[in-house]
């Protein structure tokens, strides 16, 4: 089944710098979707992209996707200390019927 | 709009036990999906349920069981529990399973010993 892996799997940065994530998958999907998750908690859904979109912005978020390299990239702008959390692509699995996380990246802000 | 609940928050069984895990969709959210998450695996797929009916199904063992009731409430059955099903289990709710956000609970942290 497809899968989704993100890069790097752990980041650390200084209170507001920029974090850029990224995640790479291996077949062609028709959506992708960012998670965070504070440690031991549920997931906290970002933002959702389409194949036909390019990028999408949500408040410090920016997310872009590029399809023909199979590949997506979070950015965390002016970074704060409460984003320290993992954060997870996921993509639909090959039948469409679940979703398929990667194994996270572990963001650390250092106030 | 209340967000998915999940019941209980923790857990503490003995190996050999069974437990049931509960969890309440996002209302009008026909679909429930159940995910489990341990430090070496990962966030690994269960199963999916969508008006009652269980549509996809993760490679699990036989003792993951689960169930969606007519109100679209959620449950999932683990038997002769092991020490190794031990993790967090997250159940997430959506309107459909295609192309729309999947909302997650809080987990159930099981600890079996």
């Known amino acids: 089944s497809q899968q989704g892996e993100e890069d790097p799997q752990a980041l650390s940065i200084q209170e507001g710098e920029n974090a850029t994530m990224n995640c790479s998958y291996k077949t062609s999907i028709n959506n992708l979707q960012w998670y965070r998750q504070n440690s031991g908690r549920g997931l906290v859904h970002l933002i959702l992209i389409r194949s036909n979109e390019r990028e999408k912005h949500s408040g410090r978020l920016r997310v872009t996707l590029d399809t023909s390299k199979k590949s997506s990239s979070l950015l965390i702008t002016a970074s704060r200390a409460a984003d320290t959390a993992s954060y997870f692509c996921?993509?639909?699995?090959?039948?469409?019927?679940?979703?398929?996380f990667g194994p996270g990246t572990r963001l650390s802000v250092l106030p | 709009k209340a967000g998915v609940t999940q019941t209980p928050r923790y857990l503490i069984k003995t190996r050999g036990q069974q437990v049931t895990l509960s969890c309440s969709p996002i209302s009008g959210h026909r679909s429930v999906s159940w995910y489990q998450q341990t430090p070496g695996q990962g966030l690994q797929f269960l199963f999916e349920?969508?008006?009652?009916?269980?549509?996809n199904k993760g490679n699990f063992p036989g003792r993951f069981s689960g169930r969606q009731f007519s109100n679209s409430r959620s449950e999932m059955n683990v038997s002769t529990l092991e020490l190794g099903d031990s993790a967090l289990y997250l159940c997430a709710s959506s309107l459909s399973r295609d192309d729309t956000e999947a909302f997650f609970g809080q987990g159930t942290r099981l600890t079996v010993v």
């Open positions: 996921a993509t639909p699995d090959n039948y469409g019927q679940n979703f398929v």
């Open positions: 349920y969508f008006s009652e009916t269980q549509r």
